[in-house]
């Protein structure tokens, strides 16, 4: 079973709006992460979390709010978000701790809508 | 630093032709390379991964990409392009250096004609 799930499908928020995306694997996947893409752009990505902990934060605003519970389970903690963060968010894992060569697995992501 | 370049960021194919799309890798050591294939309001699915195993890679729904060291490149190739496989294509790196990280092209959509 190579699947990542991702709640909700689509999501729409107000500016001041307080929201979750949630991400969850079964694979026993030890790295995960977080992309933002924007249409026809490629993936980019905001955060990682390897063994539970925080490895990369790519600079991103502190709207966004990353969170592990457990190995299996990845959320992103919204609040504040502004129009252009409008976009498809991407929750993805990989096998060990992350490293180079390493197949990351993608799921369906989470439409999100900021009016 | 490692970066891809996607050349042609749409393609358009008759069904039952050849597909083609091309990418070139910028590493300074041997890299790791992956094709993926995102569907319409669908997240990435891994086409194929190129680790050194082998120059010529086989990869899902009749895919395959050859690993050319001398030209950088790293193109996907599909004998016969069915209605399917209308989608965006992303040719990514993954060089050992920056772990976790994989640097995407921009991208290709490819159009399938009846």
């Known amino acids: 079973d190579t699947e990542v799930t991702q709640t909700p499908k689509h999501l729409v928020m107000g500016m001041t709006n307080k929201k979750s995306l949630k991400c969850e694997q079964h694979m026993g996947h030890r790295a995960m992460y977080w992309y933002k893409q924007k249409a026809k752009k490629p993936p980019e990505l905001m955060f990682v979390y390897s063994y539970e902990k925080l490895s990369i934060n790519e600079s991103v605003p502190s709207r966004f709010s990353p969170e592990c519970p457990n190995s299996s389970l990845l959320n992103l903690h919204l609040h504040a978000l502004q129009p252009e963060d409008s976009a498809l968010y991407l929750c993805?894992?990989?096998?060990?701790?992350?490293?180079?060569?390493?197949?990351?697995?993608f799921g369906p992501g989470t439409r999100l809508l900021v009016l | 630093a490692q970066s891809v370049t996607q050349l042609g960021s749409h393609v358009s194919v008759s069904e039952g032709a050849l597909v083609l799309l091309r990418c070139n890798y910028s590493?300074?050591?041997?890299?790791?390379l992956f094709w993926y294939v995102q569907y319409p309001n669908q997240g990435l699915q891994l086409l194929l991964k190129y680790t050194s195993a082998a120059t010529l890679v086989k990869g899902i729904n009749d895919f395959e990409a050859e690993f050319k060291k001398s030209e950088t490149s790293f193109h996907l190739t599909k004998p016969s392009a069915h209605m399917s496989d209308a989608a965006e294509y992303f040719c990514a790196v993954s060089d050992g250096i920056n772990d976790y990280k994989l640097s995407f092209g921009a991208g290709t959509t490819v159009t399938v004609r009846a």
């Open positions: 993805a894992s990989s096998q060990a701790g992350g490293g180079a060569g390493e197949t990351q697995y």
């Open positions: 590493s300074s050591v041997p890299p790791y």
